[in-house]
């Protein structure tokens, strides 16, 4: 079992940075795949960025790619998303996965989500 628990959401101007954390709890193994995803008023939930949790490979989806930054630390068993540059249409929920089998889409272990505003 892996828990899941996002801070450092908030409120921010355009131009701005924000960084989440990710804290996860339990045995994380090196094929785990871990993301970030963002879910925005009245649109579906969508990956930004997603890593192994060894580090292998990284993702970042168009929209965010120059701008956003994740991270792992891997004795702390956290993953943060450094978030610059932010756009009003980078509001959203943000929500940190777990994939145990390393699976690119499919995710098993949710956080609980922060949210993130950005003003215009």
């Known amino acids: 079992q892996v828990h899941l628990v996002e801070s450092g959401g908030g409120l921010v101007q355009a131009g701005g940075s924000l960084r989440l954390s990710c804290a996860a709890s339990g045995r994380i193994r090196s094929w785990y795949r871990v993301a970030w995803f963002r879910q925005a008023p009245g649109k579906e939930r969508v990956s930004v960025v997603w890593t192994s949790w060894s580090g292998e490979n990284t993702y970042y989806s168009d929209s965010v790619k120059g701008r956003f930054t994740i991270s792992r630390d891997l004795a702390k068993n956290t993953v943060d998303l450094q978030m610059n540059s932010l756009k009003p249409e980078d509001t959203a929920v943000y929500y940190c996965?777990?994939?145990?089998?390393?699976?690119?889409?499919?995710?098993?272990?949710w956080g609980q989500g922060t949210q993130v505003t950005v003003s215009s």
């Open positions: 996965a777990v994939s145990s089998t390393g699976s690119r889409t499919e995710y098993d272990y």
